[in-house]
């Protein structure tokens, strides 16, 4: 009795992953954005800019929105000579606060729609970092990167996501950060805003994917743009020294990864080993996209866990040193 019992739950545990196999592998296909509207905020530089060159030579007419329009019409030249049919394929910019009023952020991209045709790909990437621990951050800072972060992609996905199930297909990126992960020492504001897009793609993902609109969550390392530039201007001395423990990416680097991992419609999008180590480590109750892919995150999660470990450690030994040194300054003044 307990041997039939054992093979029926061998046999049925075999049946479960079969159908469980067939259903996540049979899912996922490469998209393609020629000839369809994509549209990408942040899009006059940084990540954002080489996201619409690299959905221009995939053939795509492209968007870009910001506010700063000389730096928008710089960037919608160099889309242009990237296009893969320059004759046909259209490509404008859109000079708009995307986190002050969401009627505005509507009806901006309502009028697009009308100019350049449906939105198919929507790529979130407008975002800033304003450094500094917690009792040094003003509301104002704290407000702006809430409007910006988070609001920004809010309401421009809010804005698209009814005409994309009304067509049964879409794309929609969230550009957040690894440091949607975990938290980190001089990000206490920043870390918010990222979980908070963590938040919204895991939600809206299990909203729209019944009607075939994917949802992909980017979580580039630090990257090599101005506004990482402008970051730096305000780091403390200990996220300065964390942020070195790991190499500055190009956004080439970032876009391309992005872009690709969007078209095959998987949920995460990280660039390296230590974004591969914190998306296993943390995927939680994430969306799945394979057996595969579940087998390698519930195989490699406690053993990333154990590493984690060793970095929060030297984290910690970072922070504890400068606290030193900068008590030893203040005795010898």
Do not use: W
């Amino acid at each position: 009795m307990a041997i039939m019992l054992g093979l029926i739950v061998v046999v049925a545990a075999v049946l479960i992953s079969s159908l469980f196999a067939r259903y996540y592998f049979c899912r996922g296909h490469t998209k393609s954005v020629n000839n369809k509207h994509v549209v990408v905020t942040g899009g006059s530089s940084g990540i954002g800019k080489c996201v619409a060159i690299t959905a221009a030579k995939h053939g795509a007419h492209v968007t870009i929105i910001a506010r700063d329009v000389q730096k928008l019409e710089a960037a919608r030249n160099e889309i242009i000579h990237a296009c893969k049919n320059k004759d046909t394929q259209k490509i404008e910019y859109l000079s708009l606060d995307i986190g002050e009023d969401y009627e505005a952020v509507e009806k901006a991209l309502s009028d697009l729609e009308r100019t350049m045709g449906p939105i198919y790909m929507l790529v979130n990437c407008a975002g800033t970092a304003i450094c500094g621990k917690i009792e040094d951050t003003t509301a104002a800072d704290l407000k702006k990167m809430i409007h910006i972060n988070f609001l920004g992609s809010y309401y421009c996905t809010k804005a698209v996501v009814q005409r994309m199930k009304a067509t049964q297909d879409g794309i929609i990126v969230l550009t957040s950060s690894q440091a949607a992960l975990l938290g980190i020492f001089g990000y206490s504001a920043y870390c918010s805003t990222k979980f908070a897009l963590r938040g919204l793609a895991e939600s809206i993902s299990m909203e729209l994917t019944p009607y075939n609109i994917s949802v992909t969550l980017c979580l580039p390392p630090d990257t090599d743009t101005p506004g990482f530039a402008v970051e730096e201007l305000t780091k403390p001395l200990e996220t300065k020294l964390i942020s070195e423990t790991s190499s500055l990416v190009s956004p080439d680097v970032v876009a391309n990864k992005l872009f690709k991992d969007a078209l095959a419609g998987k949920f995460f999008s990280t660039v390296g080993v230590e974004g591969f180590m914190l998306t296993t480590l943390c995927s939680g109750m994430s969306p799945v996209g394979s057996l595969i892919e579940l087998i390698v995150q519930s195989s490699l999660m406690g053993f990333f866990r154990f590493i984690s470990a060793f970095y929060l450690i030297h984290f910690k030994k970072i922070i504890q040193n400068c606290i030193k040194t900068r008590d030893k300054n203040k005795k010898s003044e």
